[in-house]
């Protein structure tokens, strides 16, 4: 239970992510006025941030908090302007929202690094930002992350974060993810209730919001979705894209017009939250094609117009960064030479497309009724909120999983393709338009039942309910860096952090590792606070005197041995050890017992990590 309750620490981080979403409300509110819902308005400020923090850290050489705080003043500024100021039903909808999911916010308030990804790159990343204020560059201190150039726009997030809280960006990545998911229910809340931008969704709809992108989404998974992956930012950008892209041909229906700002910015924010990005923003706008050329009555020139247009902003930032990779000197993901794409792969990528459809059966079995509804409904309907949704989300999955199927041709290796390497997570950057879609044919289906006052507000309170509850009972799931082998090194981690300083050189012997213990280990002294910053790691997997000593010849006079065997030195065997090495040999400085941890799921019961002594 120890696990789950939050420290003074992480309350603090809790509330910097609140008042980072209320600046981006305000950044968003500057710049694209009172047009769209605050949602769509704060998202609108992430894209804000990112332009201005692209342009600086690519063109100058000035610290990236010299621009952060000036679009912050600037936008507190533009308070003072009646068209650009806030309103009551703003704040009230956050605030319900908010309230809504304290329970969620309580279960994940503890929330600690994972995932290796997050290690490899995106917290190592948004670490740099924190340490330099700068994009690296290989003139400048080196990065220690895989792939430094890869893009920034969710590590710009935690970077103004840690200007209220320095040590943010690792509790942070994550806690970011939950604040988008749930503004993307928000904005779902208000799709489904018709409430107009200048009103508040009720209670219920919006515990219902916040129920459909979370445990009612069959595409939702924790450690997907509330890690530091960029799976939630592609999702929620998505959805909030698919909504202005639909009122936008709503508008081209009515002969009506659309405000094009918001979905300008959010498009900016999504093509460089991953290298994925420029493939989702093409599938959105190919999609609002398609679909409004689908319905009949729509101007289709003016559409095709505006599409391109709003894509503007995203291509110029997208080159922007093409630019600086071109030019900095540091690693991305880069596609296969024309010679080595996996053209004669194509059977097995196929193969294992189908495997990952067989496994995630449920999500696609829901991606299959949304399209067997589009037909139906529009003969029921025509062309409606409804059918248009569902139109959009069958244009934008066709091409999507086509970018998708190419870059297993054009990037992956040959046996990743064949896996069809992260198919399923790559298709629940949809999931929140497949949501939405379906949750709107049921309220069509049960028309009905919600004209009857009483049923509504019956289902307004069990949704309450169900969100107030449902994180606490299912907390185990959703906190899925409490799995073992974690908390017993976050432990080892903690007891060796006193005795270490920046810049150490340290020996990891961990008997029988197979790399998994080690890397993890050495993640968290390195980026989980307090950070251990330009540690020197040797890593081995055997522990005696002629590890030992190899590591005393390379200079390394400390030493963690994770599972200390029978007979060295005058160690306790079964323990972990940290031991120092002088004139006259090794010494130990401290031993630690392990604790029993927690249950194994019944997942990890045949799984065995020796190097904990397990």
Sequence with gaps: MALYVPSLGNL???????????????????VSGRSSAPEFRLVAGWGALCVVLTLWGVFLPWSLRIPAVALILAALAAQALPGRRMQRADWLALGRMLLVTLPLWAVMASLRPSQVDTFLNLLPNADYLVDYARLPAAWLPPSYSFIPAAPYDTQFLVFVGSLAMPDYPAAGMSLVNIMLRLVAGLAIARVLSRAGSETAPSWGVIALGMLLVTLLDPGFVPRFHFSAYGETPLAVTALLAACLFVEAQ?????????????????LVAMINTKQSGIGLVLALAGAAIIAGVAERGADKRRLLTETILVLVPAALIYGVWRYYVAHAGVAELEPLPLSAWNWAMLPAIVGGTIGSIAEKS??????????????????WQGWRLTTRFLAFFAATFVLYNGFILATYVVHFSPQMSSEAHSYFRYNTHLSLILMLALALVVCDLARQLWARPCAVGWAGMIAVALALVTPVALAERLRFDIEMPQPLVWDLAAELKPHLRDGDR?????????????????DYLTSAPPRRRDLTLLRRDIAD???LTDAAAQGYDLALISCVPAGLYDLPPGEAALVRHDAGGWHKIAAWPYSAGIALSRWQRQRHWPALCR
């Design 12 to 30: 603090i981080a809790v509330a910097t992510t609140w008042g980072l979403g209320a600046l981006l409300l305000l950044i968003g509110t500057a």
């Design 250 to 266: 709503q508008a081209y229906a009515e002969g009506g017009a659309a405000g094009r700002v918001a979905l300008a910015l959010i």
């Design 362 to 379: 449920v999500f696609f079995a829901a991606v299959v009724v949304a399209f067997a509804a589009l037909p139906l409904m529009l003969r």
């Design 506 to 522: 340290l020996a990891l012997l961990m008997p029988g590792d197979n790399g998994e213990i080690g890397r993890l280990l050495g």
């Design 545 to 547: 005197n002629a590890t």
